[in-house]
């Protein structure tokens, strides 16, 4: 019997299972060489933690590595249903969260390495922390997509961790019961944008009014193995700010209230980093533990890699 031992947490809702022991051996190097071998030998142990019968789509795994500059305090890869994600927002609010548990993050800042580069975590109590996210940017303004049954969509192609779509203009009613429906609509979107421009864009977003009226918008959106984000998605979150930016509407110092589909918040701000458009996206958000558990895995079993979509 295998062994792998999992704290779980849940962002805003979306749930972050850290791998913590019984993890493979990926080697020496710097995360992104680490997150290849990971995504070339290790495949079946990515499926095993996140897939069911031990997960579900929406869950997001974080593998925890050893630093490559030890003067770091943790790598993290992480992963998902369907693949590996180049960072996480909600994943590293979990991480610090986890980490606090475990007694190995101590309120304040530290580096945490990811396969994209490396990111600071703020952790403000035992709850909440803040991400200091890698540049961001928008990297094309309203493209024009086709979509089957839906017509023409326009939306921005945005850098934020991860790459998204993100559509301002649509008629859909952003509720979490109409949840299949949008899922249904923004993967016909996703394949769209996938037909007309190059970057592989993996996460889209659709925008539309807060229902706090505190808060700034609302958003749905849809992760690369169809499940929907359950928090505002902290990369989706940061590729939203970058556009704010982009078009003047959001300052340094400006604070950004992004709701989620389910009603969580996170609150993200920018930095400019001095080249044209490219800011450093800080996003804030709360996170609780939901499990310490011991995955099993029997070799006879015939579904131990897990059941992949
Ligand atoms: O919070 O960045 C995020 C994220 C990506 C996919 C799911 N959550």
Known sequence: MRRIQVIDSHTGGEPTRVVVGGTPDLGPGPLAARAKVFQER??????????????????????LCEPHDPANTAGVIFFNNVGILGMCGHGT?????TLAHMGRMKPGE??????VGVVTVVLRDPHRATVRNVPSYRRHTNVPVDVEGLGRVMGDVAWGGNWFFLVKEHREELTVRNVDRLTDVSWRVRQAVNATVSEPV???ELFGAAVDPTNHSRNFVLCPGKAYDRSPCGTGTSAKLACLFADGKLRPGDVWRQESITGSVFEGTVEPTGEPDVVVPSITGTAYLTAEATLLVDESDPLKDGIRP
């Open 42 to 63: 290790f495949d079946t142990f990515r499926s095993c933690v996140v897939n069911e019968p031990r997960g579900s789509d929406v869950l997001v795994g974080a593998l």
């Open 202 to 204: 993996d996460h889209v």
């Open 93 to 97: 609010i979990g991480l610090a969260v």
């Open 110 to 115: 530290h580096r945490i390495e990811t396969p």
